[in-house]
């Protein structure tokens, strides 16, 4: 590959810090990326020489390159896009990205996104490795096997052992309630930028409000759900889907208002229903006719 190519990578990571500042993201995090695409544009050897012998760690050691900008990069040059670009501009299609792994129609794909909440080729890989898909309707042992071995080989490396979900997922969740809050009251205000999501739009109107903070070191990005099953139940302004750039990957999660059981008509972190359970205990929030069915009900 030319240096060109640095170029080219540079412009994406431009394009991503004009796009933040539009959006009112921190001017660090605009900052951030503005400095990764001149540290590129000065490179006198291509980006991809860089990541084809010394990997990520080669990446993260480039002046103004961090983990998560450095993930970046390495995205663009093993599938020709970033994820995270595409979710700004509103053109973000996970199910056309889901299906581009061998063995995975686009009936599947829907099925991850949408009950797994899978947008991305590393939450596949990890969700291929940690349990969640050995019982998957549909997948049987061969094709998971199958999908572990092209998601290897798109990596372009020997897949490491994951870390067990609990030791990932270490945002706490009262962190992301509080985030969720933030979102849906600034939403409400109508203070934030909204974009036109390409997906479910024909109209192409800008309707999606997108609200990007910080926790700490944590970025976050927040958006009302644009999925399939979110319009089919009518959900688009009430689940809550943060991104956060952890230590090892983006993270995200759906923040929802629980419609059955213990926490019904409180918002939780999907998945996380006993921490959610927990946070709203020591803060009196639980209702005495909830309290009743501690440990009577199965929950969502």
Not at 111 to 134: F, P, S, V
Not at 256 to 271: E, M, W
């Amino acid at each position: 590959m030319s240096i060109d190519l640095n170029r080219d990578i540079a412009g994406r990571l431009d394009e991503v810090a004009r796009i933040l500042n539009e959006q009112g993201a921190s001017r660090y995090r605009v900052q951030a990326y503005q400095r990764a695409a001149t540290t590129l544009r000065s490179l006198p050897r291509p980006i991809s020489e860089i990541f084809e012998k010394e990997g990520l760690e080669g990446l993260e050691k480039l002046p103004g390159v961090g983990e998560s900008i450095a993930r970046a990069i390495r995205d663009i040059l093993l599938h020709g896009k970033l994820a995270m670009l595409d979710r700004l501009r509103g053109e973000h299609d996970p199910i056309a990205l889901l299906t581009s792994v061998p063995g995975i129609g686009k009936a599947l794909a829907s099925k991850l996104h949408d009950d797994l909440g899978i947008e991305t080729l590393e939450e596949m890989e990890a969700a291929a490795h940690d349990g969640r898909l050995e019982n998957f309707a549909g997948l049987g042992a061969k094709r998971l096997e199958g999908i572990r071995d092209s998601l290897a080989h798109r990596f372009g490396r020997v897949r490491k052992q994951q870390p067990p979900p609990d030791e990932m997922d270490e945002t706490p969740a009262s962190e992301l309630l509080d985030v969720d809050a933030e979102y849906r009251r600034e939403a409400a205000a109508n203070t934030l930028k909204k974009i036109a999501p390409r997906r479910f739009n024909p109209t192409g109107e800008a309707w999606l409000p997108v609200l990007h903070t910080t926790r700490g070191k944590r970025h976050y990005t927040a958006l009302f759900s644009n999925t399939a099953h979110a319009h089919k139940l009518r959900k688009t302004r009430d689940w809550v889907v943060l991104y956060n750039d952890g230590h090892q990957a983006e993270r995200q999660c759906t923040v929802i208002t629980s419609q059955f059981g213990r926490l019904k008509n409180l918002r939780i972190v999907r998945g996380r229903e006993n921490e959610c359970e927990e946070f709203y205990r020591e803060r009196g929030q639980l209702r005495p006719g909830q309290l009743e069915l501690l440990g009577h009900s199965s929950g969502e």
